[in-house]
Nanobody, 123 residues
């Protein structure tokens, strides 16, 4: 089992800031890209932001200008700085890595996920 570990969620008032962090476990040997997705109650999981190993970023239109994604490829960690938060940003945020992991001596390249961290923005 390969699971990313997220931290940093919580409750914040509208207009406030939060910083989410995510670390990949030690058996991940190569990271091609990392990102954040979110799922609000009753809605499908959606892309928030991604960053490639080369530093190319993609943001959803709803967070552009407010959120910033960054990655330390050497440490296989990714962070999401969230500013000017809105109630509609309330969701469970999931860390994602498209990576190669060593599992039982074999290399496995696919998408790996964290368990999610709750973000609640009050109005």
């Amino acid at each position: 089992q390969v699971q990313l570990v997220e931290s940093g969620g919580g409750l914040v008032q509208a207009g406030g800031s939060l910083r989410l962090s995510c670390a990949a476990p030690g058996n991940i040997v190569t990271v091609n890209a990392m990102g954040w997705y979110r799922q609000a109650p009753g809605k499908q999981r959606e892309l928030v932001a991604t960053i490639s190993g080369g530093g190319t970023t993609i943001y959803s239109d709803s967070v552009k200008g407010r959120f910033t994604i960054s990655m330390d490829n050497a440490k296989h960690t990714v962070a999401l700085q969230m500013n000017s938060l809105k109630p509609e940003d309330t969701a469970v945020y999931y860390c994602n890595a498209h990576a190669v992991a060593m599992i039982a001596g074999w290399k496995s390249e696919r998408d790996y996920w964290g368990q999610g961290t709750q973000v609640i923005v009050s109005s």
